[in-house]
Nanobody
């Protein structure tokens, strides 16, 4: 599956933003999807994931209650709704996909399908 992320931009603290990740391929609904982010000089870190078979979602503690991951199978798209944005959310956001669920869903090394990334900047 090929992934194309979009929706990033410059926003102020407290604002909202919705990222989209469009996927190619007819088996989209079978892929477990995730969002990671990477700030300058830092490691890529887990943000959120959807486990398809269990219909469960997972979030990093730092975004729990503020971010929501969802998927639209008809549009082959996964979304990341980000509310109450903070300056520390500034990063390049990447979507990723994995066919077989892995218990280390938070580990970027477990994924080999990545989109190109979209930059989110939160600044006043």
């Amino acid at each position: 599956v090929q992934l194309q992320a979009s929706g990033g931009g410059l926003v102020q603290p407290g604002d909202s933003l919705r990222l989209s990740c469009a996927a190619s391929g007819r088996a989209f609904s079978g892929y477990n999807m995730g969002w990671f982010r990477q700030a300058p000089g830092k490691e890529r870190e887990f943000v959120a994931a959807i486990r398809r078979s269990a219909n469960r979602v997972y979030y990093a503690d730092s975004v729990k209650g503020r971010f929501t991951i969802s998927a639209d199978n008809a549009k082959n798209t996964v979304f990341l709704q980000m509310n109450s944005l903070k300056p520390e959310d500034t990063a390049v956001y990447y979507c990723t996909a994995r066919l077989i669920w892995n218990v280390q869903y938070y580990n970027p090394a477990q994924y080999d399908n990545w989109g190109q990334g979209t930059l989110v900047t939160v600044s006043s």
